[in-house]
């Protein structure tokens, strides 16, 4: 229990105790049925860095974190060579800009310093997801390799990437020598008329012979 609220019995390094304490009382109390003897608890006072504060750290080369461009043409040299084989030849490897956490645009893109593929991921996502669960996993969502909060690397040539192309462009195609090309999201449009039918014009002009079945006339001339 925290200050005698229940507390989730979950086995945590860290964990959020916000809710738990009040801002006008100094004091917090720890209790378990099992609490091992030498103990000790530490209490940090942080703030969330907001989106705004990652990508300008982004733009800052001299801090750790960043995989500047360099490192992203190592990756898709990398990839392009194991893609090819002596039945096909690939020049270029697709990296998507959506997200594969919240399916949307990426704003941050990175990846794991442990990470080899050139395929990124939000982080403002990869930390909300990972924040809302009591179980974090902390693993990358394109490898599932271990990637802890210090280790994530915001790709900065991707980032400008997504500052140049606009919302219509969904992927972007990479090749080994540092060139790219945009994949443009295609909408296929098909027109269907729904205006009322029209039937054909008749020609008026034209003399249609009407033979009356029900007449009897012919019988009668016969007779």
Known sequence: MINDAKYFGVPLKMLDITRYVSAAVNDIRIENFSVPDGLYVTVHVVDK????????????????????????????????????????????????????????????PCRGARCFHAQTFDAMAYLDVNESTLRPLWRCPVCNRSTKVEELRIDLFVLELLGRLGSFCGAVELFPDGRWAPVVNRVDVILIDDSPVKLPDVDRSRNVSVIDLTSDTSLNEDD
Do not use: Y
Not at 57 to 63: K, P, Q, S
Not at 84 to 107: A, G, M, Y
């Open 49 to 108: 860095t907001p989106e705004h504060e990652l990508v300008r750290w982004g733009g800052d080369v001299r801090l750790k974190g960043m995989d500047n461009a360099a490192a992203t043409q190592e990756l898709v040299t990398e990839a392009v060579g194991d893609e090819n084989t002596e039945d096909t030849v690939v020049d270029f490897i697709t990296v998507s800009l959506t997200c594969p956490l919240s399916k949307t645009r990426i704003k941050v």
